[in-house]
């Protein structure tokens, strides 16, 4: 029987739907983490899920922003966008509440590029620490907090089990969203605006641009991943298999959500068992 119970988030985009879909499993067998870590895409849902959302209102947020659209990237090559309107909705979603207002212990970790070292957010204001983890270089702008420039935390630990390791988890569940199909394969068309000529001259090479953002994503993180996993490592470690599912694919939320409760079914029996006192 664990004393406490980790769960670990990883980053990876639109992937983090995945996420979602283990959540809800745990909740329909009345689990839920003591302490929450997570990186990106996996240090929001971490927020949320930490100030009290659960696997139905997650899913939500998420088809918001599937339909507001996570990025506004003009042209063909990734491009800085500015990070409104994912702050817009997370005001609405949880106004300006800080981890000390949290019902679930919350570490999130983004990258200063300065020092260029891991930064672990525990205090003061949510949604800033929110965005800056959220920071994808060339995507979304830096987040300047507490005298650091600050971007996405997984180019230094998109899966930090280790954090909630050391903040005194006995038992761990941790999610890494980089199991994907190899670079080239097929997948579906990523939305577009603008007219039909401009769809059909450009959807090849914007479908070539952002599936070799995926992959450089995931070489980079994966290798940050398994170095850390020769150290230590957490006692369940889920791979959800997301296919063709890129980072910017939120228009495929449901998806997701589907894979990461095929994901953790497998587990559920010995993450009973290990958090038994709870049930």
């Known amino acids: 029987m664990s004393d406490k119970f980790g769960l670990t988030l990883g980053g990876g985009g639109a992937r983090g739907a995945a996420h979602i879909g283990v959540i809800a499993e745990l909740e329909q067998v009345g689990v839920y983490p003591d302490l929450i870590t997570g990186t990106s895409i996996g240090g929001m849902i971490g927020a ?44 609405e979603m949880i106004g300006g509440i800080t981890f000390a207002d949290l019902n679930i212990p919350l570490a999130i970790v983004a990258t200063d590029v300065v020092q260029r070292k891991p930064v672990i957010l525990d205090e003061g204001d949510l949604i800033t620490a929110v965005l800056a983890t959220i920071a994808l270089p060339l995507v979304l702008p830096p987040v300047e907090r ?3 420039t600050l971007v996405d935390g997984g180019i230094m630990n998109n899966v930090p089990f280790d954090v909630a390791r050391a903040r005194g988890a006995n038992f761990v569940l941790a999610i890494d969203l980089t199991n994907t199909a190899p ?30 953002l995926s992959t450089v994503v995931d070489i980079v993180t994966a290798q940050s991943l398994n170095t850390r996993m020769a150290i230590s490592q957490p006692e369940i470690l889920l791979q959800p298999d997301l296919g063709t599912i890129g980072i910017l694919d939120f228009h495929r939320w449901e998806e997701g959500v589907e894979v990461g409760k095929t994901a953790v079914l497998p587990h559920l029996d010995e993450i009973i068992k290990q958090t038994a006192r709870k049930l």
């Open 146 to 148: 507490d005298g650091h």
């Open 48 to 91: 949320l899920l930490a100030a009290g959302f659960n696997a139905e209102q997650l899913a939500e947020f998420f088809e918001k922003l599937s339909i507001a659209g996570m990025y506004s990237l003009p042209g063909t090559l990734p491009a800085f966008s500015n990070n409104n309107k994912i702050e817009k909705l997370l005001q």
């Open 183 to 212: 670079y080239g394969t097929t997948t579906q068309n990523v939305p577009t605006t603008g007219n039909v000529l401009e769809r059909v001259l450009n959807i090849t090479q914007r479908n070539r641009t952002w599936q070799m």
